[in-house]
């Protein structure tokens, strides 16, 4: 925790674009609400990349952001043309940030929108899932992703969903998951969610099954509190709820980490209206009001959000958000920031005002560390590349079989499903086969044996791709049955 009556140190990048603009804009205003800012800038985006270095991230930027522990950061244009990797990507994931926190709030009537009752906060896992960039091509027709999901990963941010509603007074969480399908991967992510919720007994939890519980976000936002999921389903569902609210180019973001946390807006750089000084510095004035909240300084963070909610529902709109039948007055960025700043101090009429003063921050938990199970080989899962034999399963599995003992050839799947023993014929079969051996006992087996039958395999002139151990932990099975087995 930082001392409330020091200067907040904090890392800035002004980014690209219309970055710039929107940040002298919001610091301008923080000053005047006496936020108490002692500013790092630090060199992210264009100029970067285009000075050799692929992250788009200054080398002396990363001593800066570890020593700060908070980055508050323009939008920055990533340079077209191969070879850049995506700045935000590199510093999620180089600086453990695991948690995406987006607020979607409705600003009825001053923004149209179709949920005037939204106020939802998408917890959204920021590091693994399909993200985690692990693919392969491994036939002709066949490439994969993996994804992969962890306990420590999936702990960090489910406690981290109940820590923020928590301490924002909310009363429900909700995980979104698809365990009907991926016991093993959701599954553990909807296991560690139960576990977890058990700590919070003072909030209410439920699960729903992603697709349906995105379509009810769609429909009945307001029905929802906090949504926390792994990172897939919460990268598409926070962009549906922010435009849900009708105000995408307001929304701001938080990603938190165990040491550095980062706080934007969600809105790129916008460079078709850069340095006409008409971009709209809201997303990353509220992205800052989250910020001084995770440093704890609730009252500044609350005088500046009642200033900025009251500039709303007075009228004075950046021409993005003007409408003729709720603005009063078209302002530019300097103008909108004069605004604010006259209104600090002054608290919305229509709008629920915003209360942070004493709230608690929410803690950032480590995962629990667990004694590790005990792990049993059971067996492998060879995957072949194969198209002979009009790609009969039966004649896949008579090669296989010729060469399995000790272990024994269990099932065949394609594509997940069980095409050996008793496939259909209706079953479309692509070049990828996955051939499950077990020893016929069920016992455990060396690693040598699994070692052994894929030189066997290979020596007989199967094209063996990848394998895939089986293992039993703490006597449960860590493998999914084949579809159909
Ligand atoms: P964008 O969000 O920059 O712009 C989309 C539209 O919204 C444009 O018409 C723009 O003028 C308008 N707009 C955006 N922010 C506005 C604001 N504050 N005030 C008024 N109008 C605003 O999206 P884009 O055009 O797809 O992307 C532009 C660049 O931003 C790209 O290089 C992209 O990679 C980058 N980007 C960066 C981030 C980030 O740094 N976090 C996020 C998204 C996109």
């Not at 060199?43 to 990363?62: C, F, N």
């Not at 709720?326 to 006259?342: I, K, P, Q, W, Y």
């Not at 395999?457 to 493998?479: C, M, P, Q, S, W």
């Amino acid at each position: 925790m930082t001392n409330p009556d020091a200067p907040a140190r904090i890392a800035v990048a002004h980014g690209d674009g219309i970055g710039p603009e929107i940040m002298d804009a919001t610091l301008q205003i923080l000053e005047a609400a006496g936020a108490d800012l002692d500013v790092a800038e630090v060199r992210l985006g264009k100029a970067v990349y285009e000075a050799g270095v692929p992250s788009g991230i200054d080398p002396s930027a990363w001593d800066v952001l570890r020593d700060r522990g908070v980055l508050l950061k323009a939008p920055i244009t990533t340079p077209r043309g191969g070879g850049y990797k995506s700045l935000n990507v590199t510093l999620r994931k180089s600086l453990g940030l695991f948690a995406n926190v987006r607020p979607a709030v409705a600003y009825h009537p001053f923004v149209a929108t179709r949920h005037p009752g939204m106020d939802v906060l998408v917890v959204r896992e920021n590091e693994e899932d399909l993200y985690a960039g692990i693919e392969h091509r491994q036939t002709d027709e066949v490439v994969q992703c993996l994804k992969l999901i962890t306990r420590p990963g999936s702990e960090k941010i489910v406690r981290y969903a109940f820590e923020e509603a928590r301490a924002q007074g909310r009363s429900k969480v909700t995980a979104l998951v698809k365990d009907n399908i991926m016991k093993m991967t959701d599954g553990l992510f909807a296991s560690v969610f139960e576990e977890v919720a058990a700590e919070y007994p003072d909030l209410e939890h439920e699960q729903m099954i992603v697709d349906i519980g995105a379509a009810r976000l769609a429909d009945t936002p307001e029905a929802f509190d906090v949504v926390v999921t792994p990172n897939l389903y919460g990268d598409i569902l926070s962009d549906v709820t922010a435009q849900l609210t009708g105000s995408v180019g307001l929304a701001p973001s938080a990603n938190v980490g165990e040491t550095v946390s980062a706080f934007e807006a969600i809105h790129g750089s916008a460079p078709d209206i850069a340095g006409k000084g008409i971009a709209n510095p809201s997303g990353l004035l509220l992205a800052s009001v989250m910020m001084l909240q995770h440093l704890g300084r609730g009252a500044v963070a609350e005088r500046v959000h009642n200033a900025w909610l009251t500039t709303l529902e007075d009228g004075v709109h950046t021409g993005d958000v003007y409408r003729e039948d709720v603005s009063r007055e078209r302002v530019n960025t300097a103008g909108f920031t004069d605004a604010v700043m006259l209104r600090l101090g002054a608290e919305p009429k229509h709008l629920p005002p915003a209360r942070y003063e004493g709230r608690p921050v929410p803690r950032v938990h480590g995962a629990t560390p667990r004694p590790p199970a005990t792990k049993e080989l059971l067996g492998v899962d060879v995957f072949v590349d194969w198209r002979e034999e009009n790609r009969d399963a039966d004649a896949l599995a008579a090669h296989l079989r010729a060469e399995a003992a000790p272990l024994d050839l269990q099932v065949i799947t394609n594509r997940g499903v069980k095409v050996w023993p008793d496939g259909l014929p209706e079953t479309f079969a692509t070049d990828h086969w996955r051939c499950r051996f077990l020893h016929p006992s069920g016992d455990p087996v060396d690693a040598a044996e699994v070692v052994a039958l894929q030189g066997r395999l290979v020596a007989a002139g199967l094209d063996v791709i990848k394998t895939e151990n089986l293992y039993r932990f703490d006597g449960e099975r860590g493998f999914s049955q084949a579809q159909g087995q």
